[in-house]
């Protein structure tokens, strides 16, 4: 599980074997994956809806993606099957995770403890960094705040902004880290 060329790799091989980076993408989406569930079997997703997963996820032909909290019923069986897919999802990440040399611990010690987070108070790895950096935490801040204080956690407005904000904080860290290779 390295970063090695995925040449005469196949699409199964690559998803359960997963690269370094694609298993830390794979942590971070499960985990978002069943934040979503639990707030959404709590009721707590969306102000007025319960989010049916099948019907988001199939763009509404297997079902409605949304139905009010009176008529939903709390529990059904596109739920069970979306918290399987995320659960799975942070499993293949981990696995390959535990493989590294840091392990599991160094996978979290880096998500406190490395250069983006740094770089909020010091222009030292350039000013793509320090903005990149800006960019992450706003997005991320206005998506956990945005969500507590309105119960809008699955709401395409607040996704506009944040994904903007994270996308491009991730792109200028991207370049930072390019840039201070060459």
């Keep these: ?25 794979f ?29 988001v996820l199939s763009m509404g032909r297997l079902n409605a993606a949304f139905e009010a909290h009176a008529t939903a019923p709390a529990f059904v069986v596109s739920d069970l099957v979306f918290i399987v897919l ?26 406190v403890d490395n250069s983006t987070w740094r770089a909020l108070g010091s222009a030292e790895g350039g000013i793509s960094h320090t903005v990149g950096a800006w960019c992450l935490l706003v997005g991320l801040l206005f998506y956990v705040i945005r969500g507590a204080m309105h119960t809008n956690w699955f709401d395409p407005g607040v996704y506009a902004v944040s994904a903007v904000l994270v ?3 991730f792109a200028l860290r991207a370049l930072a880290l390019t840039d201070s290779d060459a």
């Design 167 to 169: 996308a491009f904080g």
């Design 86 to 111: 995320c659960g799975g999802l942070v499993a293949l990440g981990f696995r390959t995770i535990a493989n590294e040399e840091g392990s599991v611990a160094g996978f979290f010690r880096s998500l």
């Design 27 to 55: 942590v971070g989406l499960g985990v978002w994956g069943l934040l979503l569930a639990v707030l959404n079997l709590m009721g707590m997703a969306h102000p007025g809806y319960r989010i049916s997963w099948a019907g």
């Design 1 to 25: 599980m390295t970063e090695t060329s995925n040449e005469g790799r196949g699409l199964v091989q690559m998803v359960i074997e997963p690269s370094s980076a694609t298993a830390r993408w």
